[in-house]
């Protein structure tokens, strides 16, 4: 696919691509095999012209900061896009409204948001990933939802065209987004936060210190793991299982927070993949829940 795809993308987009990329390099987990194009546009534009001149058939993947993806060894086939230097802009438009380009890192859109005095925002500082990530799965932190606060969203589609779609256009549920239609991605989206009273600065450094506290933050994680059933949490599940520092090669079940796996140095997407698969196991056998992944995975096994 590599060399057919040499053949395909024109001349005017291969400064903004890399091939055979190794997308260990872009997920948390520091796993994953080689993707056959990587493409960075600098724009909407540009990336709504390249999706045109890409043939249909070449496989398209999105990729923001790798969290919550694990990546298989063998790697992705077609081309993965990153929108992390292209679209990241973020502005206060009107009233209560706040747009954000998919690229942005959700940290800074909480923020900015208390610096224009807006809330409830600071949940988005909880979630270690982007704006675009966090509309592709209703991402959540501190009892809130990313779609919650959603007007409208822009999206692109498989031929590079661009519309704006309402947020009542989309299926929301609790990690789950239903979309309208097949192969349309997400450029970005309007926010209404109501202008109330909103935590200072401080109050997310406080809020990210007992994170910290709780979880395995700064170790090469792919966020949470697993879905929390209704009316469970997924940590106790695993955590009553006697699963807290069980492992699979470098890949462990943290003993700070039992619903992160974490790649203690040499793991490969097969251990984390396969320690997975051993904790829903035995979660199922002791405690009668059958746990659902929160990480998408991806991928082909090597």
């Known amino acids: 696919m590599m060399s057919a795809l040499r053949d395909v993308i024109p001349e005017q987009f291969l400064a903004n691509v890399r091939f055979d990329e190794p997308l260990s390099r872009h997920t948390s987990w ?23 001149a890409l043939p249909q058939r070449v496989p398209i993947h999105w990729l923001g900061l790798g969290s919550n993806v694990l990546i298989r060894d063998g790697g992705l086939r077609g081309v993965v896009v990153s929108l992390l230097s292209g679209l990241s802009n973020i ?19 909480a923020r900015q948001c208390i610096k224009w005095n807006l809330g409830p925002a600071e949940f988005f500082a909880g979630i270690p990933g982007t704006v675009g990530g966090a509309l592709a ?4 932190a501190w009892g809130g939802e990313t779609w919650k606060n959603v007007i409208e969203v822009d999206v692109m589609t498989r031929a590079g065209t661009r519309q704006t779609r309402p947020a009542s256009d989309y299926k929301i549920a609790y990690r789950s987004v239903g979309s309208p239609v097949a192969d349309e991605w997400f450029l970005g989206a309007r926010f209404d936060f109501p202008q109330a009273p909103s935590p200072s600065p401080g109050t997310i450094d ?21 879905t929390n059933p209704q009316g469970h949490f997924a940590a106790e599940l695993i955590e009553r ?11 462990v079940v943290s003993p700070k927070h039992a619903n992160f796996i974490v790649n203690e140095g040499q793991a490969t997407a097969a251990d984390i993949e396969l320690l997975m698969a051993q904790v829903t196991q035995e979660v199922e056998r002791q405690q009668g829940v059958r746990l659902v992944p929160e990480v998408r995975i991806l991928g082909e096994k090597r």
């Not at 799965?137 to 959540?140: E, I, L, V, Y």
């Not at 299982?241 to 890949?251: E, I, N, P, T, V």
Request: hydrophobic share 40%.
């Open 30 to 52: 520091h796993v994953g095999g080689p993707a056959d194009a990587y493409y960075m546009p600098q724009s909407a534009d540009e990336l709504g012209h390249f999706l045109a």
């Open 91 to 109: 502005e206060w438009q009107a009233g209560t409204v706040v747009h954000a380009d998919a690229g942005v890192l959700c940290a800074v859109l």
């Open 137 to 140: 799965m209703n991402a959540g």
């Open 206 to 226: 406080e809020l990210l210190t007992r994170r910290r506290e709780t979880q395995p933050i700064g170790a090469w994680s792919g966020g949470s793991t697993f």
């Open 241 to 251: 299982s006697g699963l807290k520092g069980c492992r699979q090669g470098d890949a």
